[in-house]
C-alpha cells in the first residue's frame, strides 16, 4: 500500500481494536516492510495518537489512553455524550444500531481519558432507562469486555446461570457476539466442555479477560446447538446460532392476515419476521418462519394493534384461543376471581341478552 495517507487511517483503524499488534502482522495487513511500520507508528503519535510498544518476541503495537482525547473531531462533551448514547444502544438490543454500538463503544472507551470515562459512568448509573420489555437489559460493560476479548483474541472466564438457574464458572474462547435484536448472544469455544456453545449474555456475569491469548477455531458448520456441538468446517457465527436456536425452540411457519395497511403492519413488528404483503383490499398477509416463543409472537402480533387472523402454525392458533378465553374472562368482573374449570355464570347483561333472544 503506496499511499501514505491511507495507509495511516487503514493502521489507525487496526490499532483502534483493543488488542496488541504485532509489527510483522501489522506489516504483512498493510503489504509494507516492518521499518514502514515504525515510521508510520511516529507519524500517527506525531499527530496526537498514543501508541505504545512493547519490546521482545511477542511485543506489539497498542492504542492507548491518553492524558487528552487524541485527535477524533470530538470535544469533550460530543465525547461523553456519544459514549453514552451507545452504552444505550448497545445495553438494550436496539435493531439495526446494537452490534455497530458495541464495535464503536469499545473502540471509544479504550481511547476515553480516565475523567471522561468516570463522567460516562456516573451518567449512566444515575439514568434508568424507560424500555417496552421486548428483550433482556445487559450492562454495556459486559459486551465490551466480550467484544473486546473476541477481537483480540483473548480467553474469557465468567459465571453462567442457565434457564434452569444453574450457576456455572466458564473458560471460553470468544468467537463473535451476535444480536436478534431481543437478546444478545456469545458463540465461543467452551475450554473445560471441549465443544462449541452459545451463551445468552444476559446470564452472564463478571466476564473477566484472562489475558492469555489464543488461535481461533474453524466454527462447526454442522451440529450447532446451545450446549451442544460438532461438525467440522468453518461457519457463519450467525447461522451456528441459528441452528442452535432451531435445536432448542421449534421452527414455527406463521401465516398471519392482518387488517391495516402493508406498511403500518410492518412498523409494528419485528424486522426478523419479515414484511406482509398487501392483499388488495386493504389489509396484508405475513408469511414467515421463526423461532421464537409461542407466547412472545401472540403478544407481538396483538400488539400490532389491528384485527388480524392465524391461519397457521396450528399450536399458535390453540395458544391464543386459550389466551382469547383468560383476556376476556379478565375482562369481566364477574369472573375476574373465578377458578379455571369453574362454570361460567352470566353476567346480568349476557342474562338481559338472553332474555330479549328468546
Known amino acids: 500500500m503506496s499511499d501514505t495517507p491511507a495507509r495511516l487511517l487503514k493502521l489507525l483503524s487496526l490499532l483502534q481494536t483493543p488488542r496488541e499488534w504485532p509489527g510483522g502482522e501489522l506489516a504483512e495487513r498493510l503489504d509494507v516492510s516492518p521499518r514502514t511500520i515504525r515510521r508510520d507508528i511516529d507519524r500517527l503519535r506525531d499527530l496526537g495518537y498514543p501508541v505504545e510498544a512493547s519490546r521482545g518476541s511477542v511485543g506489539g503495537y497498542r492504542l492507548v489512553a491518553g492524558a487528552a482525547m487524541p485527535p477524533l473531531l470530538l470535544d469533550d462533551e460530543e465525547a461523553v455524550a456519544i459514549a453514552v448514547g451507545l452504552r444505550a444502544g448497545a445495553g438494550h438490543a436496539i435493531e439495526g444500531v446494537d452490534e455497530a454500538s458495541v464495535r464503536a463503544l469499545a473502540k471509544l472507551e479504550q481511547v476515553l481519558p480516565s475523567r471522561l470515562r468516570h463522567r460516562v459512568s456516573v451518567l449512566q448509573n444515575a ?144 424486522a426478523h419476521l419479515g414484511a406482509p404483503e398487501p392483499d388488495g383490499e386493504g389489509g396484508c398477509r405475513l408469511r414467515a418462519s421463526c423461532t421464537d416463543s409461542l407466547e412472545w409472537v401472540a403478544l407481538r402480533l396483538a400488539l400490532v394493534d389491528c384485527e388480524f387472523s392465524v391461519q397457521g402454525p396450528p399450536q399458535l392458533v390453540a395458544y391464543l384461543e386459550g389466551l382469547g378465553a383468560r383476556l376476556t374472562r379478565a375482562a369481566r368482573p364477574a369472573d375476574r376471581h373465578r377458578r379455571p374449570g369453574d362454570r361460567h355464570r352470566p353476567t346480568r347483561s349476557e342474562q338481559g341478552e338472553r332474555g330479549e333472544q328468546g
Open 127 to 270: 439514568t434508568v432507562p424507560l424500555t417496552r420489555g421486548d428483550g433482556s437489559t445487559i450492562d454495556p460493560r459486559t459486551l465490551t469486555t466480550l467484544a473486546s476479548a473476541a477481537t483480540g483474541r483473548e480467553r474469557l472466564r465468567f459465571a453462567y446461570r442457565s434457564g434452569d438457574g444453574t450457576l456455572t464458572k466458564r473458560q471460553v474462547e470468544p468467537y463473535r457476539l451476535v444480536s436478534t435484536g431481543q437478546r444478545w448472544y456469545l458463540v465461543a469455544y467452551d475450554i473445560g466442555r471441549e465443544d462449541w456453545r452459545t451463551f445468552r449474555v444476559d446470564r452472564v456475569g463478571e466476564p473477566y479477560a484472562t489475558g492469555a491469548r489464543f488461535t481461533p477455531r474453524p466454527l462447526p458448520v454442522e451440529g450447532a446447538g446451545s450446549d451442544a456441538g460438532g461438525g467440522t468446517g468453518s461457519g457463519d457465527a450467525a447461522t451456528f446460532l441459528a441452528r442452535s436456536m432451531r435445536r432448542m425452540q421449534p421452527e414455527l411457519r406463521l401465516d398471519v392476515w392482518f387488517g391495516g395497511p402493508a406498511e403500518f403492519v410492518a412498523a409494528r413488528l419485528p
